[in-house]
């Protein structure tokens, strides 16, 4: 059965398992997803439904999203998403979806925001070579020739060039559950994102 809440990230630690292994993980607040809106088949065309999670402050709503929730009885969210779920119509407006429907062992694949690191060259970026130092090259962490002159006389689009790094969804697959209880996900391993960052939670697409 498909599962998947939202949650923030709080952090890492490491905590022992029951054998004395020592176990990197990574600490998630996932306090209870609220659903704003169920999408039906007859209505929208597929089952699914939309969960708010995080307080956000009334002044900083904009009035569609104010009709939004009030439509549904809600206090506005900070974060919304809309999750495919096998049981989307067990589901009704202002149900809760806790952290425990994870328990220690689950596979899941969790997405979010990549930390961002600024404007980069693609030494840095991608783990380009720098040209020669010696000889009086005076051209180290260049990009290099484009190739002017010659067929097709232009940068073909993907060309790896310096850029903006990180900042990018990024998805880590299969990763382990350690714990889940009391709004609190600990998810073995590193996840995207910087401490603060929201996250999506997923079962894995991998068995």
């Known amino acids: 059965m498909k599962k998947a809440i939202i949650a923030r990230k709080l952090g890492m630690t490491q905590i022992f398992s029951d054998n004395g292994e020592l176990i990197p993980v990574t600490v998630l607040e996932a306090e209870p ?6 999408k039906t088949i007859e209505n929208d065309g597929y089952n699914a439904i939309q969960v708010g999670f995080g307080e956000i402050r009334l002044k900083s709503v904009n009035k569609p999203t104010k009709g939004h929730f009030g439509k549904a009885n809600l206090t506005p969210c900070k974060v919304l998403k809309e999750f495919k779920l096998d049981d989307a119509s067990n589901y009704n407006i202002g149900d809760e979806i806790k952290a425990d429907i994870f328990v220690p062992g689950d596979r899941v694949d ?12 693609t030494i840095k970026r991608y783990g380009q070579h720098r040209g020669p130092i010696t000889h009086g090259s005076k051209y180290h962490r260049g990009l290099g020739s484009m190739g002017a ?32 209880e009391d709004n609190v996900l600990l998810i073995r391993g590193p996840i995207p994102g910087v401490k603060g960052a929201y996250v999506v939670i997923k079962n894995t697409v991998k068995s």
């Open 110 to 121: 969790v997405s979010g925001v990549s930390k961002g690191k600024g404007f980069q060259g």
């Open 33 to 38: 997803n609220v659903v704003v809106q169920k």
């Open 149 to 180: 002159g010659t067929t097709p006389g232009r940068v073909r689009k993907g060309k790896k060039m310096p850029g903006h790094m990180g900042n990018e969804n990024v998805t880590i697959q299969n990763l382990t559950v350690v714990r889940a």
